[in-house]
């Protein structure tokens, strides 16, 4: 079964401070992994996405790492900021039958900055 | 703004009302979805469209009824819902769900929270 699992669940840190989230899958094949921020009460928006043959993609102070081969990824969010308050969800697609891209959502963690 | 619009961004409806849920996006995809986003739970897809043809249902109760009359719009019709149907339901657009486009990018709307009492 496809799934895609994140750690921690909830993150509380300092402004200015830095964090990195992870994210675990199970999901196969594999087409591309994303990372999309979310913030309250509004709908997801793409940070990066990836390919098998890309390690490392940055956004600004968000950077994404790939190791398709133990099948995780890590979003290391730099310099916080207090925007940077929001649910942060992998996301991986994979391949269906048909050759569709079907995604596999995680659950999320939600990073709370505090000054 | 991504370019999706839903409306309305709040709704409550009792067990025995019929509303509708309006997604209208304006980046010229030829895809749309509706998501179901509930607490402490992964983004659930409900329906696909593809060139206006439903291309997926995952096994949602009939009880949503979903309604793609050109590929800008996208409806989601509600009747007789039970209180466990409250949550945020988001609407995405993206070019292309086939074979052949492997960056099928999803932009997503604000959602529409939805509370039935």
């Known amino acids: 079964k496809n799934q895609v699992e994140q750690s921690p669940q909830s993150l509380i840190i300092l402004e200015g401070k830095n964090c990195t989230l992870q994210c675990n899958y199970t999901v196969s094949p594999f087409s591309n992994l994303r990372w999309y921020k979310q913030d309250t009460g509004r709908g997801p928006v793409s940070l990066t996405i990836?390919?098998?043959?890309?390690n490392t993609k940055s956004n600004g102070r968000y950077t994404a790492t790939l190791d398709a081969d133990t099948k995780q990824s890590s979003l290391h969010i730099t310099a916080s900021q207090l925007s940077d308050s929001a649910s942060y969800i992998c996301?991986?697609?994979?391949?269906?039958?048909?050759?569709?891209?079907?995604?596999?959502f995680g659950t999320g963690t939600r990073l709370t900055i505090i000054p | 703004e991504t370019g999706v619009t839903q409306t309305p961004r709040h709704l409550v409806m009792g067990m025995t009302n019929k509303k509708s849920l309006k997604c209208e996006q304006h980046?010229?995809?030829?895809?749309m979805y509706w998501y179901k986003q509930s607490a402490k739970k992964p983004l659930e897809l409900m329906f696909v469209y593809n060139f206006k043809e439903q291309t997926e249902n995952n096994s949602v109760p009939s009880r949503f009824s979903p309604e793609c009359p050109n590929s800008s719009h996208l409806f989601l019709h509600l009747h007789t819902l039970q209180p466990e149907d409250s949550a945020l339901y988001l609407c995405?657009?993206?070019?292309?769900?086939?074979?052949?486009?492997?960056?099928?990018?999803?932009?997503f709307g604000q959602g529409t929270r939805l509370t039935v009492v």
């Open positions: 996301v991986v697609s994979g391949l269906s039958n048909f050759g569709n891209e079907k995604l596999t």
């Open positions: 995405a657009s993206s070019q292309d769900s086939v074979a052949g486009n492997r960056f099928t990018e999803a932009f």
């Open positions: 990836m390919t098998f043959s890309e």
């Open positions: 980046l010229g995809h030829n895809a």
